[in-house]
């Protein structure tokens, strides 16, 4: 049988595409934007027919009806990373979480330690050897389509065919839906003079030639707005944005002087604009990969000068990092921070950067504190922490005992709050 006619058997109904899924499956469902609406708001609609059925997930990004505290025992929202839409249910409890390492997901999907009975993604057009390119967010959804019992695509023409391992052939699809909606636009965060203060401190250490890994967020993107003036970037990251793609646009991302894939940028999901999604489009210089490849510690590494930013929300005396919870409150997750603040320990010439305002809430609370709010997840340990940033200076950490961990972070919190983290660190004996 033809790849048309293969593709033309597959195709069906929202409503009917659904029924693959079995009571007590779990659906795997991809970072972001790569959330296949029609099959979602369709499994929403028909939630109460099922019993026991998971979606797993890292950032979702619309609210579908099926996030119901009421009807939990017929969709539950299992979140890899959690978000606007199911933060209150994390903290309500109705919500679960698995904390992971980004990169490690796929094997612990490959092992059976997290499950992926069923596959939902949103999928480039067919190509005329039937594949689809799943190219906004291949993250661990490559693992899960070895592992699941059905895949099935929403097969949308805005989503770009992108290069790299991220492509699914028909024969591998139980079944595919069509639709033409715009792919979800994120914008960039608002930038304002303290996120461009850290940004300058942190751009001003980036040399000629570094490979990048740029996180989400004011203080990362305020990063990229400042390296206009660089020469021969290479990127090497987890999430493609329109700040990165600026940079490509400028001239500054070249990705020549990469070691490791040279002339390449490698991501494994994206988050950004219409434009970014079609920049993305058969580009050349871009390839889309599994995260067990974008953020293996030991693979990233092997880029020589790998710079790699990454934001917080507080932070403690001995520099551990505390960016995915308020306490016991979930906030976001594991995500790949871990990962590449390892990758560019280990890089030749490498730097990871932890960035963070100094203070929060209009200047009442200090987010550099002598130990972490209780319950708090770590995030980066005191054992990988390299350089802290704040608008107020740089503190490098790492081989810095901790007296002189603690009088450097002090050194960088807000002059408001210094006498205050003195006095403390006299009381336990760090200064």
């Not at 070249?254 to 988050?271: C, D, E, I, Q, V």
């Amino acid at each position: 049988m033809s790849v048309k006619a293969l593709y033309q058997q597959k195709r069906m109904s929202a409503a009917d595409a659904i029924r693959v899924v079995k009571n007590g499956d779990t659906i795997v469902v991809p970072t972001a934007v790569a959330e296949p609406p029609a099959l979602l708001t369709a499994l929403s609609e028909a939630r109460r027919d099922f019993r026991g059925v998971q979606i797993s997930q890292i950032l979702p990004v619309r609210k579908y009806a099926y996030v119901d505290p009421e009807t939990q025992e017929n969709v539950r929202h299992t979140a890899y990373f959690f978000s606007g839409v199911t933060r209150a249910g994390g903290s309500e409890g109705w919500v679960d979480y698995i904390p992971a390492y980004f990169s490690e997901m796929p094997a612990l999907i490959k092992r059976d330690l997290m499950p992926a009975n069923v596959v939902f993604t949103l999928a480039s057009p067919m190509d005329e050897y039937g594949y689809f390119s799943l190219s906004l967010g291949a993250d661990y959804t490559m693992a899960a389509i070895e592992k699941s019992h059905a895949v099935v695509l929403e097969v949308n023409p805005n989503v770009p065919f992108a290069n790299g391992n991220c492509h699914i052939h028909i024969s591998q699809v139980a079944a595919l839906v069509e639709s033409d909606d715009p792919i979800l636009e994120v914008g960039l965060p608002k930038i304002g003079p303290v996120q461009e203060a850290i940004g300058k401190y942190v751009a001003d250490m980036i040399p000629d030639g570094a490979t990048l890994q740029i996180g989400y967020g004011g203080i990362p993107d305020a990063v990229v707005m400042q390296l206009t003036h660089k020469h021969d970037l290479g990127i090497h990251t987890e999430m493609i944005g329109d700040g990165i793609m600026s940079l490509v646009e400028a001239g500054v991302v070249t990705n020549r002087k990469k070691n490791y894939h040279p002339g390449k940028m490698l991501a494994t999901f994206a988050l950004g604009s219409k434009k970014l999604y079609q920049f993305m489009h058969r580009n050349p210089a871009l390839e889309m990969h599994p995260v067990d490849f974008t953020n293996d510690p030991f693979l990233a590494a092997k880029n020589d000068n790998l710079h790699a930013i990454n934001a917080t929300m507080q932070i403690d005396f001995m520099g551990q990092c505390g960016s995915e919870s308020l306490g016991h409150k979930p906030y976001s997750g594991t995500g790949g921070q871990s990962d590449f603040v390892r990758a560019a320990n280990r890089s030749n010439g490498g730097k990871a950067f932890i960035v963070l305002p100094a203070t929060a809430k209009d200047d009442s609370i200090s987010r550099i504190v002598p130990s972490l709010s209780t319950g708090t997840h770590v995030s980066t340990s005191k054992n990988d922490i390299n350089y802290v940033v704040t608008e107020f200076g740089v503190a490098q950490l790492r081989g810095k005992t901790a007296r002189q961990r603690c009088a450097a972070l002090i050194g960088i919190a807000h002059p408001k709050f210094r006498d205050e983290l003195t006095e403390a660190a006299k009381k336990i004996k760090l200064l």
